[in-house]
Each structure stands twice: as C-alpha cells, then as structure tokens.
C-alpha cells in the first residue's frame, strides 16, 4: 500500500498541497505532536481552504527525542490526515481531511543554521508552541557555540537574538508569539524565560528592551481533545478505504476552543474567526478560564470518586449512568452555574451543553482512574469555590455535598504494597495517588475512626475540619454542610454493607 505523499492527493488536496510549498514561511511551530496537528494546523487548513491565508508553517520539534516523528512527517512530504469524530449537536460525525499546511519541516537540532536564519527572514510572522507544561519552564543552561540550548525558550530566545541583530533592533521586526502550553498567563511566563536566558547568555539590555517593547507574548487558552493514532484495527480499515497509509495520522473531537488575550486587530494576522472558528480574542482570559475549571473540570472531580466508587470505569460511562449522569448535568446546572456570578447564565448553559456532548463522546475512552490522581487539591480548586458560594445560605447545595462525600469516601484508605488502597463500594480494590503528606494525613483519620469506633458525623466532623487539605475548619464554619455530608457518608457505608 502507498504511505501518504504527495502523489496521492486529488485535485483540491494537491492545489492547498502546492499553495504551501509555495508560500513564504510566515509561522514557525515547535512542536510536532498530536495536538497542535490536530487544532493549530488543522485551524489554518480552514483558512487556506477559503482563501484567507497565504502563508505557511515551519514546524520543528522542541525536544531530540521528536525527531522520529519530525523524520516521519517529512517521509510524507509534510502531510498527514485528520479525523474529527464525535457528537455535534446530539449527532454522530466523522470527517477525514490531509493537512498540508507545512512549507518546511526539519530537526533543528542537525540543521540549526536553518533554524536560526528563520529569524533573519522578513515573513516571519508568528511563533507557535506546544512543548507541555515542563516545556515552558526555565532551567539553567550552558551555551556552546554553533549549537542549539535543549529548552524551548532557550532556543526561542537565540532565535530571538539573531532576528534583533539582523535587523538592527527594529522595532517593526518583533514576533508574535502564541504559546498553547497549558499554564495560566502562558504568554507572560515565556516572556519571563526569555529574559532570563538573555541574561544568562549575556545579551545586551538593549535586546530585552526589544523583546519586551516590540515583540507580543500572548498569554492563551486551548481547549480541544486530540486522541492521536486510533487503535490499529481502526487504522488499518481506513488505510485500505483511503488506499494509503499515514504514520502521522492524528484523530480529535469536534469541539474545539481559542481565547487569545489581544486584540481582534490580530485577525489581520491570523483571520482565524472569519474562517469561522471557535476563537476568540479577549482584555481577559479569566473568564474562559474560570468557567473550564468550575464547569468541564469541575465535572470531572465532581463524578470521578463517586464513580470509582460505584465501579465506573470511564466518563462516557458515568454521564449514561442511570443515578450519575443526572446527578452531574443537575449540579453543574443547578449549583455550579449559578455560582458564576457575573457571567452570563444562558452562555454557561450552552458551555455546559458542550461539555456534556464531549464526555459523551463515542470515540473517547477517558478512563476515570486517570481523572482522579490529586483529587485533593483538584476539588479544592474545581469545586469548594462552588460550594462556599452557599455558605450562610439556606441550604447546602444537594449535588456538591454528594460530591464532597463521594471524595473523603474514596479517600478512605490505608497502606498496601501499591501505595494507598481503598474499597468501591462492591469491595473491589484501588489505589489513590495524590500528594503523599495530605494521604498520610486523610488516612490518619479514617485508621483512627476505625480504631476508636467513630460515629460517622465525628468521622465527618474531623475530616471537614482538616485545615491543612481544605485551607479552611468546613466543620466549624459550616456546620449544615457537615451534616448534609454526613448523611451521604452513612448512605454510602450502608449500601457497602448490604
């Protein structure tokens, strides 16, 4: 069979194909992985598609170990193909497409003069990265001549320095850069590397005035699930439909999500919401992000222990689960929503709807064990914001408290050879990962209320009252919500011990 090159392309497929090849490189991308393939690259695909872009991407890896993948993809002349499978609007889909956005692929570690003359060229646009969240970090680093320092910024910041010497410190010639790492204000962090790295390699003040008056460092949000290569059964049955093979094959959701902090004047750069996308250019990120980590992530903590416990492998598993799934959409809608004060109610909704069509999605196996490692501080964060809005209320919200209860019941473990095991509610066994010092501590309480025979609300009072996990005394300060706990703590030892 064929591997994908580009004698196999159709008519339109080889004009975007050649459109690339010809155009300037106007964006350079580091990172070859899954994800920026499956939602940077496939962005501009829609946008050459309908005539709004000229440009092209030179793509190299961060990282020496991605030159396999770097190597692979330009086996394939730079192209790969994309299915997008899942829910829209409660029906199935799937759409196949090449990519062929590419104009230059290579290892910038074996050809870092080709990289480095990228900061001379004139067209250079934009930098886009995807290097994880220990890619976009600082760590001391010795130069040596004529080769490239292993990090990321390190490198950015060389490249950075040739462009400004090239160019005689224009102000006109400064770079966009769009990190897609995901950390909070990941723009202002790789500005920080940058001018850290200028000074450990000596560079001139001049240059850090440059870098910081005339070049963008855009702090982003992302928000798309990119499976990467489907199971290979799954693989091999569109390899012999297409009649080509494709190492680089990628798969992702439908959903997908942009918010930039800049100006919608940057459309004039990259016009990605007149190709119609779902990006937005914001003053604020905080309430793209706020509303992910109290809705999406927040349902993930919120179904995740009580899952677990109920024997629940996977997310698709629990949204369809007679008791569960109602459980969540109820309190993401009924709870968690309106907690979001100042942030427009039917919009939340909406998200919500997303979200709930993203868990539901055929084609995405999200085990529940992975969700729950550090389910501690995740709760702290997705979810105790939520539930302290009630506070002095009327009422305990019914959904959270459950929420709450299904946490310290997963939590009841004690050591075993794996680490940390607890009990579903069945008896099967599990292990916890979380931080090693807030384990010790959890458990200390349940070893003692097994020890000393505890009435369950003494049980709860203590473990309410845990200020070293919650930051706060939930017990003293609420005593309504210790009780609502409680109650949910003794429903569940008593359907354990039927």
Not at 57 to 75: S, W
Not at 247 to 258: G, R, V
Not at 433 to 442: Q, S
Request: one cysteine or more.
């Amino acid at each position: 069979m064929r591997t994908l090159q580009q004698d196999v392309l159709n008519g339109e497929e080889a004009r975007l194909y050649e459109a690339s090849k010809q155009a300037k490189i106007t964006v350079l991308q580091i990172g070859e992985g899954n994800f920026l393939r499956g939602f940077f690259d496939w962005m501009i695909q829609q946008c050459k598609k309908q005539g709004l872009y000229e440009g092209s991407i030179a793509v190299t890896q961060p990282r020496p170990g991605g030159k396999p993948k770097i190597d692979a993809l330009a086996g394939q002349d730079g192209l790969y193909t994309l299915v997008i499978r899942g829910l829209e609007n409660g029906q199935s889909v799937e759409r196949t497409e090449v990519i062929s956005v590419f104009g230059s692929v290579f290892d910038p570690y074996s050809e870092w003069d080709r990289y480095l003359a990228l900061g001379e060229s004139e067209d250079l646009q934009v930098i886009v990265s995807n290097t994880t969240e220990a890619g976009l970090a600082y760590r001391e680093e010795a130069t040596v001549e004529g080769q490239p320092v292993q990090s990321f910024p390190g490198k950015l910041t060389q490249l950075l320095y040739r462009r400004f010497v090239h160019f005689g410190g224009d102000p006109g010639r400064g770079l966009i850069c769009l990190p897609c790492e995901l950390l909070e204000r990941n723009g202002d962090e790789l500005r920080s590397c940058v001018l850290r790295y200028s000074d450990d390699f000596g560079y001139p003040e001049a240059f850090k005035e440059w870098v910081t008056l005339h070049n963008r460092f855009l702090n982003s949000l992302v928000d798309r699930i990119v499976t990467g290569y489907p199971e290979q059964a799954q693989a091999e049955a569109w390899f012999s439909e297409w009649e080509y093979s494709d190492a680089m094959l990628t798969t992702a959701e439908p959903y997908h999500l942009w918010a930039i902090e800049g100006e919608s004047e940057l459309e004039a750069v990259l016009p990605l919401q007149k190709a119609g996308l779902n990006v937005h250019w914001v003053e604020d990120l905080q309430p793209f992000q706020l509303r992910k980590v109290r809705i999406l992530n927040g349902a993930h903590t919120l179904m995740t222990p009580l899952g677990l416990l109920h024997d629940i492998e996977q997310v698709r598993d629990a949204m369809e689960h007679r008791m569960l799934g109602g459980m969540v959409r109820h309190t993401v809608e009924a709870e968690i929503i309106p907690s979001l004060v100042g942030m427009g109610e039917e919009e939340l909704k909406a998200y919500a709807g997303d979200v709930y069509e993203r868990f539901l999605n055929p084609f995405i196996r999200h085990r529940l064990a992975d969700i729950a490692m550090n389910s501690l501080s995740k709760f702290k964060v997705r979810l105790l914001p939520s539930l302290l809005y009630y506070m002095g209320g009327d009422k305990v919200p019914s959904g959270l408290a459950a929420g709450m209860a299904g946490l310290l019941r997963y939590y009841k473990v004690q050591h075993a050879d794996t680490g940390f095991e607890g009990r579903t509610l069945s008896g099967a066994s599990y292990t916890v990962r979380d931080d090693a010092a807030l384990l010790e501590i959890v458990a200390g309480v349940w070893a003692e209320a097994g020890k000393q025979s505890w009435p369950q609300e003494r049980i709860t009072l203590e473990l309410l009252g845990l200020k070293s996990v919650w930051g706060r005394d939930l017990a003293a300060e609420w005593p309504a919500l210790a009780d609502a706990v409680g109650i949910e703590l003794k429903e569940m030892e008593r359907r354990a011990n039927e």
